[in-house]
């Protein structure tokens, strides 16, 4: 079992930088791969970014390759999603998630955090 609680929304104007970190309990965090979600009101929620167990390989959607950067700490049980050159489409709940397998898609996710709101305005 794995228990997920992320921290570091906010609000930003448009090109603007934030970081939201995600903190897993339970000893069993570098088995996991690790990723993000978001949802924006009225859409579905759409993959962002994923890190295999190792942190050594990485995966993004197209809309955010190149401005969002994931990254795990495995002896702090974290990961971050570096957020750079925000646009207001970005604007969102980010919601941290765990999974055995290949987490680019919902169904494969196994945990999911409570979710933070980032708001990107013009």
């Known amino acids: 079992q794995v228990q997920l609680v992320e921290s570091g929304g906010g609000s930003v104007q448009a090109g603007g930088s934030l970081r939201v970190s995600c903190l897993a309990s339970g000893r069993t965090f570098s088995i996991y791969n690790m990723g993000w979600f978001r949802q924006a009101p009225g859409n579905e929620r759409e993959f962002v970014a994923t890190?295999?167990?190792?942190?050594?390989?990485?995966a993004y959607a197209d809309s955010v390759k190149g401005r969002f950067t994931i990254s795990r700490d495995n002896f702090k049980n974290t990961i971050a999603l570096q957020m750079n050159s925000l646009k207001p489409d970005d604007t969102a709940v980010y919601y941290c998630?765990?999974?055995?397998?290949?987490?680019?898609?919902?169904?494969?996710?196994?945990?999911w955090g409570q979710g933070t709101q980032v708001t990107v305005s013009l």
């Open positions: 890190i295999d167990q190792s942190g050594s390989t990485t």
């Open positions: 998630a765990a999974g055995w397998g290949n987490i680019e898609t919902k169904g494969a996710v196994d945990y």
